[in-house]
């Protein structure tokens, strides 16, 4: 008996000491999800000898060519498949530290205005500053963002640029504002805001509702109310007045009423430079309540570069009514990107291809992970009077 019993004492102290082996210091592992669209391949070897899943490559067919359409003929864009959760592995969350705002010497002209691949979306306007280098809206100012107090939700997306900078009409209309007291709709209201500000009631509508374009913190404002302007002319210069910390341009969207409280988010209404889309999303709890101010990390997969975007705001903005979205990333090269969801401890991690000129829409849903589908069509005006 007393072999048998030293060799048992020897196990058990064995079986101690492997349990008390230290793990690397200063990371927080989690379990990561990996969500795809194609089978699950074999499984590999890692140099520290971690059996993984080799996921096959993702070939997608080639996206349809891209024609401009100067009336209302609209393409028909098939939903995709649902993706596949499939745990991987466990490995830490890291997410990047966000550089200054990026800039290239070089981007696509832009699509022709109206764009529209699909009948839901509603590329209208240009570009408000006509500069060669890409400038996406700053990090912390997008619509929906937060700043200040939870209650204070921004209103529209703001692009930096000089002092001096000139601003352009993004569609043709009437000025039915032009100075200070935007906000307050007080006019020479040298307090406000919005500081020097135009605004433009367009000559075309959404859906028989008048579309308005905003252009805030202007350092000289170059028309009047009552004058009629067209695509690209020239509305005043980029400044810092009214309540800002540097140079930079407010710009909004409203549909139905010129008032704060009618934003849209300009992502999805300012067309793409060609062969670039747009990243759309819904982003839930696992109770499909939307979660709000929550950072989701964005990387291409040919250059690497990352972004980190927050969900909108819990008040003060207006989702899409046919997307719902509270998520937005424009100006995206089409090709591979890799999506990052923390949720819960874990990173559930989406690959997904950006299409030329259109929208690219998932949503998640916690613990459920990510869908690729479309949201349902609206019913008709004959569906609904039947």
Known sequence: MK???????????????????????????????????TPIGKLIETPSGTSLVSLPKITNSPAPSLTPLPTSTLAEITPTSVPTTTFVASLPIIFPTQGATPESAWRPPLYPTPWALSPYDHFYFARPMAANVVTWP??????????????VVHSGIDLPADIGTPVQATGSGTVVWAGWGLFNNAPNYTDDPYGKAVAIRHDFGYKGQPLYTIYAHLSEVDVVVGQTVKVRDILGKVGKTGFTTGPHLHYEVRIGANDFFSTRNPELWLVPPEGWGVLVARIMDTYQRPLHNYAILVRS????????????????????????????????????????????GINYRLDIQILPGQITYFTFQGYKGYNTELPPSPPTDIQNQQ
């Open 301 to 344: 997969e040919a250059t690497q570069r990352a972004w980190i975007v927050k969900s909108y705001g819990e008040t003060g903005v207006n989702s899409d009514p046919y997307y719902n979205e509270n998520w937005v990333l424009s100006d995206l090269p089409a090709g591979a990107y890799q999506i990052n969801v923390p949720f819960a």
């Open 3 to 37: 072999p048998i019993l030293s060799l048992w004492l020897m196990a058990s102290c064995l079986l101690l000491l492997l349990a008390c082996k230290p793990t690397n210091a200063g990371q927080t592992a989690v379990k990561e999800f990996i969500a795809t669209e």
């Open 138 to 151: 700053i990090a912390d100012y997008r619509y929906g963002g937060i700043f200040f107090r939870p209650e």
